[in-house]
């Protein structure tokens, strides 16, 4: 049967999304009474993933030794910054200070990890402290592979017509500047994705869609091309959103290039090489070289675990070889050679969750398993691969697409705000009370 839409006023939906964010940080079930224990926990990243943690930790244990590692002095709000990138947000939007959301009755070393020894239970900074762990959260985010593609550097972001938002807050804000001079005077827009696993896979299709619906809008209106080249066979992981994108790529003119592969650039001539494969009619993959050129150029760079994880022996020895995610149970995060080290968010080796939004359903299993653990017994949460992209398709409307391990949409408004329409609702979801969660969450309160 065809769920039914329940109206809403634009007041109502309003009041829907603020007082969703406060559902998230306010009403919330009871914690759990508080367990002694001298344990040893050493949090490695104090990110959104680390940094959840670590304020549930707090609350749940009494005598625990908990030391996070990382030695960024700002915390960014990542979620943020495809809107700068856009013009719609300043940077400053994306910024906070790390210890402004760390907790009282923790150690900050403010150095990065250099080595991780599972064996010796032992984490060495770069300042040449040695940490003993009894249990060990791995959480330092990913790292973006800019040398990977010759030709470019981040010192050209913002300058002949190149963008890489990913990068960071004063990346995105110079992406912007790239990208308005293109909506402004028009030309060929490329937009480019990685062959590895990525950050929010939903953010090449969003400032696609965005810097279109701007050009439209301005200068540029029947003057530009829209291209989107990606090495996937597919716009989306999950097929049925896939198709939605497919259908409005079509509606609105964007030329696809599926299976092609970002490998070089020529800023000069303003120019970006791609490896293209085919399969032939014997199942043969076939590979060529195409040339396309661009004015607006948008370069997401492979992603991959940092380089501390990937020599530590943590990482899958028979998947993502080249890029290193920690082996972990998907569904309990929990080492599966080294039950006392956990892997959460970004890094963690799992086929989805590279999301805040996965992060919010990560932390509580984490935290359930790590205190079990403690006791001695066995935990009881499980992670489902929940993931959640407020995939932005114009100024002002958004599509809320949730979904699982098995590509099965979860949508938690059901009969409300329908996944795959374009709704106002759901870009005030993206543009607005993402962020008081995520705010939450970093709290320990979501």
Known sequence: MKSKLIPLTRRGLLGLAFGGAGVAALSLPARAERISTAARIVIIGAGAAGTALVNRLVERLEGAQITIVDARAEHLYQPGLSLVAAGLKPQSYTISQTTDWLPEGITLVAENAAAIDPVAKTVETTGGQTLRYDFLVVAPGLVLDHDAIPGFSLDMVGQ???????????????????????????????????????KCAGAPLKHTFLIDDISSRGGAAGR??????APQAATFSVP?????????????GFTPHMRHRLVSIEPGSKRATFEKTETDATGVELRSTVELPYDYLHVIPPQRAPEVIRQSGLSWSDRWTDQGWIEVDPHNLRHLRYPEVFGLGDVAGVPKGKTAASVKWMVPVVEDHLIAAIQGREGTESYDGYTSC????????AMLVEFDYHNNLVPSFPGIIAPLEELWI?????????????NAMLRGKA
Do not use: C, D
């Not at 049925?240 to 994108?245: G, L, N, Q, T």
């Open 240 to 252: 049925i959103v896939a198709e939605k994108v497919r259908m409005l790529f079509e509606e609105r």
């Open 426 to 438: 759901s870009w005030l979801m993206k543009e607005v009370a993402l962020k008081a969660t995520y």
């Open 160 to 198: 002949n017509g190149i963008g890489a938002l990913y990068a960071g807050p004063q990346y995105a804000a110079r992406t912007w500047e790239a990208a308005q001079k293109f909506t402004e005077e028009g030309g060929i827009g490329l937009f480019t994705r990685p062959a590895t696993e990525m």
């Open 390 to 397: 407020p995939l932005i398709t114009r100024v002002g409307r």
């Open 224 to 229: 530009y091309e829209i291209h989107y080249a």
